[in-house]
């Protein structure tokens, strides 16, 4: 046996992708998603995105991004951020 290497290796099934995790969790646990999970996941996204964007932390994260990005450049000889734009946005993904 090589050192640092597991004796047996376990596989895993694959994850299932996201057109099927509907029928996949359906099948795997009998639970099924319905248009009231899909509008519910979609509010509480929706709201959690607001809450986010408004927050003082996130204010605090742009205003201070140029200075994150020098104190990690020092560090590491790397830059952070490809993109130091302040009007960075938080993206959402609804359920669909």
């Known amino acids: ?3 640092g290497k597991p004796e047996q ?3 895993k099934p694959p994850k ?3 057109e099927v995790f509907p029928e996949w969790l359906k099948a795997k646990t009998g639970v099924e ?3 009231r999970d899909t509008i519910r996941y979609n509010n509480v996204v929706s709201q959690m995105h607001e809450q986010l964007e408004n927050s003082a932390f996130w204010r605090d994260l742009r205003s201070n991004l ?3 990005n020098d104190l990690y450049f020092e560090k590491y000889s790397e830059e952070l951020l ?3 734009d302040p009007n960075i946005v938080i ?3 609804d359920f669909e």
């Open 1 to 3: 046996m090589e050192k």
């Open 16 to 18: 299932p992708t996201l």
């Open 33 to 35: 998603i319905t248009s």
């Open 91 to 93: 993206l959402k993904k």
């Open 82 to 84: 490809k993109n130091k």
């Open 66 to 68: 140029n200075e994150f």
């Open 9 to 11: 290796v376990i596989d």
